[in-house]
């Protein structure tokens, strides 16, 4: 259960609760490419910034580090092929592999940015209510012809509560079939068969069911839209966020 | 007066399976009624006519005189259905969200929505777990959840397709007394179920259903001992020839 709260919405009332929620994804949107181009000194008072903001977040920080664990993961393979294949002087090596000076940089630097960027999203998503994440995504996608942004919004909503229930269904059948021994198979192609197929039976089956309780309680899509307004105070924060920006991007003497 | 009438209601499956056969059918208003039959019998089937989800092959569904095939989205407003499975019948990704995603539907102002929320979190006892999200809920407040999102579309009528599968006796209780209430607030029940130990004290009415046909339809007292001709099991203080009590006194 711990696994599932730790990576969603947590009510709260501090500033980036209150904060506008469609500046507060257009926010994410625009700091998560310059995260991607700064270097350290913009990625120091990020990372200062985002500190104070997740601290009030509520989140439980030593259950995110254990759901991303394999994040982790990703990050070290991602700092090794940098600190190995990128060019310069060795510092380490062992037989033909070495690495170098500006590929252990280049590779801490990238991984800094990167969790940076899953911060930034963590944060986010712990401050803001998935109906409206919903809501901002249909606002976002609005201007934008040829997109369906109310069925899309409600394709967004219905994921963030089935993804939980999806996984759960998952978990069982496994646990059913190692009830019976299914690890004593060693084709990996008959277990992942064995598995995929009643998830994914159940998956259908859950759809279907639920496109009937929609329908019970008269679901349409024009129906009442969210109730959205954007303060000054929101302005400021959304000021306060491109000056960030300008500090990311400029961090970096190539765009100096 | 009828809230309910049901007329040689018939209803076939694609698969050519008879799932209802020649159903006549009233019920008043602030009635309390049980609708027993074993599983496969055709319980759900009737249900889902009464809200507008599935259209008679034959036979007609008319609520508070008007009938359901002409006005679907009226009959679903009217006629709230709490599912057996109240994980499917859950959509919204908290517990307000999930109480006002039907007045939403229906493009009532902020201001309705929220009163109906606050109204129907309070009459079920959630008024705590507003921002709390359903995955995380025990089942019989999952339940309870469900009767929100119902009474939230002020719905007269309430359909509980059996609502007491997969809970423990604490869950059973809950949501029982919250039928009382609806009861006592003058809703009209109906409540599918083969498990009549738990429910039939209360009710007004037993109707029992078997291969799709109504075989039985009276006062629960006249009806009770012949149950089990039907597929559905008689409640235990029958067997030793004392009263049916409340599921309630412990």
Known sequence: MADSLALHFQPGKSLLHRFDPRLKTLSLLIVSPSIMIAWPAGLMILSLVLTAAASRTGLNWRAVVHELRYFGLLLLAVFLSRAVFTPGRTMIGVGSIHLTDSGIFSGFIICWRLVLVAVAGLIYAATTRPKEIRAAVEWLLAPIPGIPEKRLGVMIGLIVRFIPMILDQARETMAAQKARCVECRKNPYYRLTRFAMPVLRKTIKLADRLVMAMTARCYNEAGTPPAMRIRPNDWVAFGVVLVVCIILIFSNPGNV | ?250
């Not at chain 2, 705590?128 to 809920?137: I, N, V």
């Open chain 2, 1 to 250: 007066m009828n809230i309910i009438e049901v007329t040689d209601l018939s209803h076939r499956f694609v698969d050519g399976t008879q799932a209802l056969a020649g159903i006549n059918i009233s019920i008043d208003r602030g009635e309390f009624v049980v609708v027993a039959g074993p599983n496969g019998s055709g319980k759900t089937t009737f249900f889902r006519h009464l809200n507008g989800l599935l259209h008679p092959g034959k036979g007609s569904v008319t609520i508070a005189g008007v009938p359901v095939h002409k006005d679907p989205v009226l009959a679903r407003q009217r006629v709230g259905m709490v599912f057996q499975d109240a994980d499917m019948q859950i959509v919204g990704e908290t517990v307000y969200d999930d109480v006002v995603f039907g007045p939403e539907n229906l493009g009532l102002g902020r201001d309705e929505i929220e009163r109906r929320a606050v109204h129907a979190l309070a009459a079920v006892g959630l008024s705590g777990l507003r921002d709390r999200r359903p995955h995380l809920l025990s089942q019989g407040e999952k339940r309870r959840l469900a009767v929100a999102g119902v009474l939230a579309m002020q719905s007269e009528v309430i359909l509980f397709d059996e609502p007491f599968s997969n809970l423990d006796d604490s869950g059973v209780c809950q949501v029982l007394e919250q039928m009382l209430r609806l009861h006592k607030n003058n809703h009209t029940l109906l409540i599918a179920t083969h498990d009549l130990e738990k429910v039939i004290y209360h009710a007004d009415r037993l109707i029992l259903i078997n291969s799709g046909r109504i075989v039985q339809d009276g006062p629960p007292a006249v009806i009770l001992p012949e149950v089990e001709s039907h597929g559905v099991r008689m409640p235990c203080a029958l067997r030793f020839e004392k009263e049916v009590s409340s599921w309630l006194i412990h």
